[in-house]
């Protein structure tokens, strides 16, 4: 199963430890380097999703800052899904930059 | 606080069940990231009701295409009884037949609705068309409603009952007392119905639907009537229902292929 982009940065962003749904959203973007913008709407729908095939887990309910919170954590079905997108793009990148590299060096010459 | 107003008032977007499993943690997130100004207040706030129309949406789909047809012809049924006895009404026909019409339609607005149907076809052929010496055009136009009711007596809508519901029955009375001539009043009520049923066919197409269905009827009728005082009317039904099946067939159709958000 391919993951986009917000569904993989929002995952990723649990690998670290479980976080509840803004200091998802944070973490997703800056690990996508500011391209990944979370909004409430998307995220939890997102997370809707996740927790219906298990990807993540959801923990009880706390209050932090007067705002109640609740943290998510990645499963081991959610990490493997997220190792599985890793090593697939990782490969499409390899594979085009390497065509990419051995082109412009033809052209070069 | 008027922040915090802003966020519960989106948050209504979605269905009452998810409010209230994760309403307060989305309503947090959402006074988090929109303490930075206040557009990001606005840009979360709007998709926040994006995402719970989207959530309605995948509620809806998730009841099947069948199970949606099945509930317009029933919100249909009840579009026609009220404007069965809006016109029973205003045309001051036999009382009974008022007192029998408002039995049905409140039978069927709190949830009896097996019962509003048999009592409908029961009423049809009593006061009905169907009870006299009718030509064919006439029994034409009660066409639709007896589908309709069929489906209802074979498959009623899934839900709670409710008496609370009678409630509708007070706009019907306002408009019956409003208006002293209700061929004239229908299609205007119909159309208010069908913006509605326009308002809500990103998420639910059953209203325009059943609304499409209603305007099918009226054209029937006008089609029956002599012109030219028919045909003001047959226009603006054939116009509105053509135009609200079309519509409405969209959502539907999508419904059959993405039944997840």
Sequence with gaps: MELRPPSYFALAALIDGPLHGYAIARRARELSGGRVRLSTGTLYALLERALSESLVIAGEPYLQGGRQRRDYTLTPAGRALLADEAARLEHAAKAVSGRLRATSDAVLT | ?261
Excluded at chain 2, 4 to 25: C, K
Excluded at chain 2, 57 to 65: H, N, P, Q, Y
Excluded at chain 2, 157 to 166: G, K, N, T, Y
């Design chain 2, 1 to 261: 606080m008027i922040r915090e107003r802003i966020g519960q008032a989106a948050l209504r977007a979605y269905p009452p069940a998810v409010r209230q499993a994760r309403g307060l943690e989305m309503l947090g997130m959402l006074l988090d990231a929109g303490e930075q100004s206040n557009l990001a207040l606005v840009r979360e706030s709007g998709s926040l009701v994006l995402g719970g129309l989207r959530e309605r949406r995948s509620l809806t789909a998730r009841a099947g295409r069948r199970r949606l047809v099945a509930d317009a012809c029933c919100q249909a049924v009840i579009i026609f009884l009220m404007l069965w006895l809006v016109s029973a009404l205003n045309t001051q026909q036999l009382l009974v037949q008022e007192v029998v019409l408002a039995g049905i339609l409140a039978c069927a607005l709190i949830g009896y609705e097996r019962i509003a149907a048999l009592g409908g076809l029961a009423a049809l052929i009593a006061f009905g068309p169907l009870g006299q010496h009718s030509q064919l055009v006439e029994l034409a136009r009660v066409l639709v409603p007896i589908a309709c009711l069929l489906v209802m007596v074979r498959a009623p809508q899934r839900r709670p009952r409710d008496p609370r519901q009678l409630l509708w029955l007070l706009p019907v009375c306002a408009f019956a007392a409003l208006h002293d001539h209700a061929y004239v009043g229908l299609p205007e009520v119909l159309a208010v119905m069908s913006a509605g049923g326009l308002l809500r066919l990103f998420h639910d197409p059953r209203l325009a639907i059943a609304c499409s269905l209603v305007w099918t009827t009226l054209l029937l009728a006008a089609a029956g009537r002599p012109a030219p005082a028919g045909l003001g009317l047959l226009d603006v039904a054939a116009v509105a229902a053509g135009l609200l099946l079309t519509i409405s067939a969209g959502p539907l159709w999508m419904m059959r292929h993405r039944t997840t958000p």
